[in-house]
């Protein structure tokens, strides 16, 4: 069989580069904190003191002091290390996919939004497609689950991250003009299944699968239509053509 998507996971790419201008971005406003410090603890001890050296040099370690306080602060780095993490381990779990004729994309971006798909998959059909959004929860004692009409992790509602999960499948549906199946992947989460299938949940014409059900859940998609890899080919164009690549 025909491996198809031969190139090297782009997986998490987006993620890991938000979470280094994060870091980048902390650092200076670090050193800027730092020296608003001691410059204005200086004009006031300098003032205050006949010792210039002195004055200054007690300004100078507050304004480090303070520095290195405020580099200590989360920047929203770490979640976002986090996620692309996650993402790539996706990525390796969807990975035989590609054996199986499948067509696997991953970190593309969505044009006039902020928003990115993390991995697009098309079936050996070319019939539809599979957009599966990874999820970093794995808090300690929150579950995934559907209760009461919301979907929820642990006290937190999730509904309005699943609507734009739906939201960016659409955009994949309707640049491909094909019907697309949204999945969101839990990476190491509790999902509680609500279908009597635990780490399994299906609501309307989505579904939110723990990541170890991940693979085996798009295998054992439409068995009846068999492979058509100039089908996978025209389709897999359009995604190229219409979702770069994510920066």
């Given at each position: 069989m025909t491996i198809i998507n031969t190139k090297r996971s782009n997986a998490g790419r987006s993620a890991h580069n938000r979470a280094r201008a994060l870091r980048v971005d902390h650092v200076k406003k670090s050193a800027k904190v730092g020296a608003y410090s001691a410059a204005a603890l200086g004009v006031g001890t300098y003032a205050a003191s006949s010792n210039a050296v002195g004055s200054l040099a007690a300004s100078l370690a507050a304004g480090v002091a303070t520095a290195v306080w405020w580099s200590r602060k989360p920047s929203g780095a770490a979640s976002w290390t986090q996620g692309a993490a996650a993402e790539e381990r996706t990525a390796a779990t969807l990975a035989p996919l590609v054996k199986l004729g499948w067509w696997v994309g991953h970190d593309r971006s969505i044009p006039?939004?902020?928003?990115?798909?993390?991995?697009?998959?098309?079936?050996?059909?070319?019939?539809?497609?599979?957009?599966?959004?990874?999820?970093?929860?794995?808090?300690?004692?929150?579950?995934?689950?559907?209760?009461?009409?919301?979907?929820?992790?642990?006290?937190?509602?999730?509904?309005?991250?699943?609507?734009?999960?739906?939201?960016?499948?659409?955009?994949?549906?309707?640049?491909?003009?094909?019907?697309?199946?949204?999945?969101?992947?839990?990476?190491?989460?509790?999902?509680?299944?609500?279908?009597?299938?635990?780490?399994?949940?299906?609501?309307?014409?989505m579904y939110v699968v723990s990541s170890k059900l991940l693979f085996h859940t798009m295998a054992l998609m439409d068995k009846v239509n068999g492979p058509d890899k100039r089908a996978v080919d025209r389709v897999a164009k359009k995604i190229d053509s219409a979702f770069p690549p994510a920066k």
């Open positions: 006039r939004s902020r928003a990115n798909l993390d991995h697009v998959a098309i079936h050996p059909s070319g019939r539809f497609l599979v957009y599966v959004d990874t999820k970093a929860w794995h808090a300690r004692g929150a579950a995934i689950r559907w209760e009461d009409g919301a979907l929820m992790y642990g006290p937190w509602d999730k509904t309005k991250a699943m609507r734009t999960v739906k939201w960016e499948a659409r955009r994949l549906s309707e640049e491909t003009g094909l019907p697309v199946v949204p999945v969101i992947a839990v990476d190491g989460g509790q999902v509680v299944g609500n279908t009597g299938n635990p780490g399994f949940i299906s609501v309307d014409d």
